[in-house]
């Protein structure tokens, strides 16, 4: 084959609504009854499906004869080993975008929306036709670059782990967590169902919907109704936030210290009270995250890397 470049492209895919319910089901035919049963349509599920695996194809077309072409499911990710001159293209939701970023270094991510009728797309900037004129200028690096903040979790042992749009550090069945949260000097033993820590990308994912929630209570009480964040808390942010959810007061146990921003010169510092079931894990993804029992202790701060996102 005559490939313009010997450079590897990696091709990160998922699996669509109807492989997983094929997959639940053990065939389609089950899957259908299951969903029309419960008065779903399912040939939503088989559009959706077309339409993504169409645009996957197309991709898979044209950089095949671009350059070496490695096509791996999300699932794989975590345990992928990318080389430094990759360029990853991932076809999907934003969601696959966010899980990719924190497993790069310093490779360059090009997102493609399969269903721009479907999906938003923030962080979907090209669809599969785009890739021809994006690809080999990406690859020459010509392509514009926007750098995307990273938070990381870095436990006592040295394990640690990335988020892209936020942390989750509490129980794992988001049962009362408890733990000692230290921040400027100040520290609080706490029980709540844990604590959330966002980027600025992530600022418009789970920390937008604590802050409506806050902001409908005030606004019950005749409070304050106008709970933004700046608008400089964005991709490329300096900082992180954070924050508890329903922090429970007792006698041995307070709810001070329950918001607020933080950085690299004053990180957040938690240390675990729970015996079992403790975790961190980022970015909605349960199934990868770090044991966050008593005797560990994390340091959360923004990472060494920053996520390179091209547009």
């Known amino acids: 084959m005559n490939r313009l470049t010997e450079n590897k492209i990696v091709l990160v895919t998922q699996k ?30 088989i559009n959706e499906h077309n339409t993504y695996k169409a645009a996957v194809s197309e991709a898979a077309a044209f950089l ?46 090009i997102g493609v929306n399969p ?8 962080l979907l900037p090209f669809s599969a ?39 989750f ?7 009362s967590a408890r733990y000692e949260i230290s921040l400027n000097d100040k520290h609080e033993p706490q029980s709540s169902s844990g604590i959330i820590v966002s980027t600025g990308l992530g600022s418009t994912g789970w920390l937008k919907s604590i802050l409506a929630g806050a902001r409908g209570i005030s606004s019950f009480f005749g409070g304050f109704d106008s709970i933004n964040l700046p608008q ?36 957040l510092t938690i240390t675990s009270y729970m015996p079992e079931g403790g ?15 008593s005797g560990s202790t994390a340091k959360i701060c923004l990472a060494e890397k920053q996520g390179r996102l091209v547009v």
């Open 16 to 45: 669509t609504r109807l492989e997983e319910l094929i997959y639940r089901y053990n065939n389609e035919s089950q899957a259908k009854f299951y969903i029309e049963h419960r008065g779903g349509d399912f040939q939503d599920y």
């Open 64 to 109: 095949e004869s671009y350059g070496r072409l490695q096509v791996i499911d999300r699932e794989l990710v975590p345990n992928f080993i990318f080389g430094e001159r990759d360029t990853v293209v991932a076809v999907g939701r934003d969601g696959l975008v966010a899980n990719v970023l924190k497993y790069l270094d310093i490779q360059s991510l």
């Open 115 to 122: 269903d721009p009728k479907r999906w938003d797309g923030v």
């Open 129 to 167: 036709k785009d890739l021809k004129l994006v690809v080999p200028e990406a690859v020459e690096n010509k392509r514009p670059i926007n750098s995307i903040s990273i938070a990381k979790a870095q436990l006592n042992d040295g394990q640690f782990l990335y988020g892209v749009n936020d942390l």
């Open 169 to 175: 550090i509490g129980q794992r069945t988001h049962v």
């Open 232 to 267: 400089s808390f964005d991709r490329s942010s300096d900082c992180l936030y954070f924050t508890v959810r329903e922090p429970y007061p007792s006698t041995s146990t307070g709810a001070d210290i329950v918001f607020g921003k933080f950085d690299n010169k004053s990180p």
């Open 279 to 293: 975790v961190i894990f980022s970015d909605g993804v349960e199934e990868d995250y770090l044991v966050f029992n």
